[in-house]
């Protein structure tokens, strides 16, 4: 089931169920009349978004052509990022001679909610020179997870999975983590590509708590990378645990995965700038490649054995603020 949220001009949207190719749609307005409050009731609104989707396999529906779609969530109550690829990690590392993160324990932070930018809208900064970078993720959201569940109750609780561009100004970012309080400036709002999809619309792509597809990104229209959401050291079960281990969370968390990376990095590419400016500072001693510029574009999708694309696509351009 592809779920997504019309932009009607109020700050959550419409819930709308779209059809499996993404070309129709129909409104669940009886049913819940947002994202947010389906989860908040989720196994009442399954069964009858469900029936909706049902109903758009047999042809019905309106076309989608047109329709503008906000973020899946416009805004939610919680957003936590791990960084769950230890190529990404032991990279970073190895540049920056930090250490690693305590055997078994997740990277994580809580980041920016209040807004998620719909995929096609303008990505709005200030400066250039704070080091503009995308970064290509897999994420999830959970309905209510009580605190304390395991990582094998955890999976139970992931209820849509989602593709992430987790913006960061990188020349920010490394201030910031001196201070030892975690990002504000280095994290404006992430983008989401306009679906979120139920885990079986993914089929055996969806195993372990990973998503294993490739995400593909472009760069001003040029292959940037194509990198393997399925090596995560952590599923998104094993990050759901984590976070909840003291606290309960709330139905609309939504979780990312951190930067797709493999460990293959220099044949299948990056999902962020600042990776491969690590590469070439290994190999070459120095960074060639630079941050974003105003009028850059990005695109990132995900496609299905089959080629169909699964989320839709994150096809933004920078633009000053």
Same mark, same amino acid.
């Given at each position: 089931?592809?779920?997504?949220?019309?932009?009607?001009?109020?700050?959550?949207?419409?819930?709308?169920?779209?059809?499996?190719?993404?070309?129709?749609?129909?409104?669940?307005?009886?049913?819940?009349?947002?994202?947010?409050?389906?989860?908040?009731?989720?196994?009442?609104?399954?069964?009858?978004?469900?029936?909706?989707?049902?109903?758009?396999?047999?042809?019905?529906?309106?076309?989608?052509?047109?329709?503008?779609?906000?973020?899946?969530?416009?805004?939610?109550?919680?957003?936590?990022?791990?960084?769950?690829?230890?190529?990404?990690?032991?990279?970073?590392?190895?540049?920056?001679?930090?250490?690693?993160?305590?055997?078994?324990?997740?990277?994580?932070?809580?980041?920016?909610?209040?807004?998620?930018?719909?995929?096609?809208?303008?990505?709005?900064?200030?400066? *250039?020179?704070? @080091? #503009?970078?995308?970064?290509? &993720?897999?994420?999830?959201? =959970?309905?209510?997870?009580?605190? !304390?569940? /395991?990582?094998?109750?955890?999976?139970?609780?992931?209820?849509?999975?989602?593709?992430?561009?987790?913006?960061?100004?990188?020349?920010?970012?490394?201030?910031?983590?001196?201070?030892?309080?975690?990002?504000?400036?280095?994290?404006?709002?992430?983008?989401?590509?306009?679906?979120?999809?139920?885990?079986?619309?993914?089929?055996?792509?969806?195993?372990?708590?990973?998503?294993?597809?490739?995400?593909?990104?472009?760069?001003?229209?040029?292959?940037?990378?194509?990198?393997?959401?399925?090596?995560?050291?952590?599923?998104?079960?094993?990050?759901?645990?984590?976070?909840?281990?003291?606290?309960?969370?709330?139905?609309?968390?939504?979780?990312?995965?951190?930067?797709?990376?493999?460990?293959?990095?220099?044949?299948?590419?990056?999902?962020?700038?600042? *990776?491969?400016? @690590? #590469?070439?500072?290994?190999? &070459?001693?120095?960074?060639? =490649?630079?941050?974003?510029?105003? !009028?850059? /574009?990005?695109?990132?999708?995900?496609?299905?054995?089959?080629?169909?694309?699964?989320?839709?696509?994150?096809?933004?351009?920078?633009?000053?603020?």
């Amino acid at each position: 089931m592809k779920l997504a949220t019309q932009d009607n001009g109020t700050p959550d949207g419409a819930l709308v169920v779209v059809s499996a190719d993404g070309t129709r749609y129909l409104a669940a307005s009886e049913i819940a009349a947002t994202l947010q409050a389906a989860l908040d009731d989720w196994s009442t609104a399954e069964p009858a978004l469900r029936a909706l989707a049902d109903r758009l396999a047999n042809g019905e529906g309106e076309s989608a052509a047109g329709l503008a779609f906000a973020a899946p969530l416009p805004r939610a109550w919680q957003w936590l990022d791990g960084s769950a690829f230890r190529s990404h990690g032991e990279l970073m590392e190895t540049l920056f001679g930090t250490e690693p993160p305590p055997a078994g324990r997740p990277l994580m932070y809580q980041g920016l909610s209040h807004q998620f930018l719909s995929a096609t809208a303008d990505m709005p900064l200030p400066r *250039e020179e704070d @080091g #503009i970078d995308f970064e290509g &993720e897999f994420g999830i959201i =959970t309905d209510a997870v009580p605190m !304390g569940v /395991t990582p094998e109750q955890a999976l139970a609780h992931i209820k849509l999975i989602v593709q992430i561009n987790d913006w960061s100004l990188r020349a920010l970012a490394p201030v910031e983590m001196k201070t030892g309080f975690g990002w504000v400036q280095a994290k404006p709002a992430c983008s989401v590509a306009p679906f979120a999809v139920t885990p079986d619309v993914l089929g055996d792509a969806w195993r372990d708590g990973r998503v294993h597809l490739p995400l593909s990104v472009e760069w001003n229209g040029k292959r940037f990378g194509d990198a393997l959401g399925g090596v995560m050291e952590f599923g998104f079960h094993d990050l759901i645990a984590h976070a909840a281990s003291t606290r309960s969370l709330c139905a609309g968390t939504i979780i990312g995965s951190g930067t797709v990376s493999n460990s293959n990095f220099r044949e299948i590419g990056s999902s962020c700038i600042a *990776e491969r400016r @690590g #590469i070439e500072m290994l190999d &070459e001693g120095k960074p060639r =490649t630079g941050f974003m510029r105003f !009028g850059d /574009t990005v695109r990132m999708e995900a496609r299905l054995s089959d080629g169909s694309l699964l989320f839709g696509a994150i096809d933004q351009r920078v633009v000053k603020g």
